[in-house]
């Protein structure tokens, strides 16, 4: 149990295109699911925090007009790219934390590697 | 800005050796560690969510154990598999916050050789 998936796994766009990543929980519902981008030989680095339901709370320095999170349902959170550039080309993972669990374990989902060109 | 180390960056060891590396995190306001391994392709694994100062757990030939009072926690491969080798990544908690927000070290890359 605890499986969250993500799509796409790779994406290749235009600078100026917007992309989605879809997180999905799988058998589980997440009262709230973490966004997180990696940097070359960096460590996961968190964007934003969503909870299902309400608006997402970003980290210092992340641009919320430029990653747009929504988080829909139990099972499902977005992460949209708007106006992509080449800067933005990363890794980015979800996870999800499940309802009831205590001492907060994260579900991860296997990311997304973004390439803008 | 809390800071997570994790040592060495990188290991290679021979199949059947033990080896264990280190995490780093500060020793005030802990709430709990967690540790991962993470193989290339796939998600992050939990091996452990570690809250106790002197907590020890054990899956398998995996073990970690905790200091919260000086702040690190070890994490032990017993006779090392190939199939061990992995990025494995630890993760402090910090308490007060409500939706467990984890701060990451940058991983201990190991590498089993046969």
Redesign the interface.
């Known amino acids: 149990g605890a499986v969250v998936s993500q799509h796409p796994s790779r994406v290749i766009c235009k600078s100026g295109t917007s992309v989605k990543i879809e997180c999905r929980s799988l058998d589980f519902q997440a009262t709230t699911m973490f966004w997180y981008r990696q940097f070359p030989k960096k460590s996961l680095m968190l964007m934003a925090t969503s909870n299902e339901g309400s608006k997402a709370t970003y980290e210092q320095g992340v641009e919320k007009d430029k990653f747009l999170i929504n988080h829909a349902s139990l099972t499902l959170s977005t992460l949209t790219v708007t106006s992509a550039h080449p800067e933005d080309s990363s890794f980015y993972i979800c996870s999800a934390r499940r309802v009831g669990d205590s001492y907060n374990e994260q579900f991860f989902g296997p990311g997304t590697r973004l390439t803008v060109l | 800005i809390l800071n997570?180390e994790q040592s060495p960056q990188s290991l290679h060891v021979q199949e059947g050796d033990s080896t264990n590396f280190t995490c780093s995190f500060p020793s005030s306001n802990f709430?709990?560690l967690?540790w991962?391994r993470w193989e290339t392709?796939?998600?992050?694994?939990?091996l452990f969510?570690m809250?106790l100062n002197g907590d020890e757990k054990k899956k398998g030939r995996i073990s970690a154990t905790l200091n919260t009072k000086e702040g690190y926690s070890y994490l032990y491969i017993k006779g090392s598999q190939p199939e061990d080798s992995a990025t494995y990544?630890c993760?402090f908690?910090v308490g007060g916050t409500s939706?467990?927000?984890?701060?990451?070290?940058?991983?201990t890359i190991l590498t089993v050789h046969p």
């Open positions: 997570v709430y709990a967690h991962y392709a796939k998600s992050p694994e939990a969510v809250t990544l993760a908690r939706y467990g927000k984890l701060t990451f070290g940058q991983g």
